[in-house]
């Protein structure tokens, strides 16, 4: 403590290690923007494998990571640097949700709240489509959409179909149709 302001401690590994250029990737590693896959160029003391293997380890959650100079990279991310010529300035969204697919065509660079649109329909709710869930104590199906970051009430529908049409209606009416592309509708 100094002066009244707390200074965490620096850690010096993360300063020694440079950030990663587009020329300095492009040395090391080939990238195949339509396969989305990332082959050695360069052998590297971290990984075991030989000039032309296949580079990244495929992690549990489907992501895939790439360790350059003791640094551990996103693939995606990596994808983005190669072929755009720098970082992303935000997130990068898988657009057909598999995070093992890193080709080109399927990134885009996008805010937090554009990236968690794009997200599976979690398994644990009781309707089969997007934006639709069982009323409590009722025997009727409530409808909401999140945009802005936050979760939208549009109402009690007799069935989850008329749920899921009014789920439909507000995406189009919000500009939202992205939403309704992996929708499960």
């Known amino acids: 403590m100094t002066n009244g302001f707390y200074h965490p401690p620096i850690?010096?590994?993360?300063?020694?290690?440079?950030i990663l250029t587009q020329d300095r990737l492009k040395e090391v590693l080939f990238y195949d923007p339509d396969t989305g896959i990332f082959v050695w160029r360069q052998r590297m003391a971290a990984h075991k494998g030989q000039i032309g293997d296949i580079a990244g380890t495929v992690k549990p959650r489907g992501y895939v990571n790439i360790q350059i100079q003791r640094r551990v990279y996103q693939?995606?991310?990596?994808?983005?640097?190669?072929?755009?010529?720098?970082?992303?300035?935000?997130?990068?969204?898988?657009?057909?949700?598999?995070?093992?697919?890193n080709r080109i065509a399927n990134l885009r660079d996008v805010s937090a709240s554009v990236n968690?649109?794009?997200?599976?329909h979690p398994r644990n709710v009781s309707s089969i489509y997007k934006g639709v869930s069982r009323s409590r104590g009722r025997e009727k199906w409530a409808a909401q959409i999140?945009?802005?970051?936050?979760?939208?009430?549009?109402?009690?529908?007799g069935t989850q179909e008329e749920a899921r049409e009014a789920y439909i209606l507000e995406a189009k009416r919000l500009g939202l149709e992205h939403l309704l592309a992996n929708a499960d509708i």
């Open 116 to 120: 968690r649109r794009n997200c599976r």
């Open 146 to 157: 999140v945009y802005d970051g936050r979760p939208h009430y549009l109402g009690i529908f």
């Open 75 to 101: 693939a995606h991310r990596l994808a983005w640097l190669y072929v755009h010529g720098e970082w992303p300035a935000q997130q990068i969204d898988h657009i057909n949700r598999n995070p093992s697919d």
């Open 11 to 18: 850690r010096s590994q993360q300063m020694n290690k440079p």
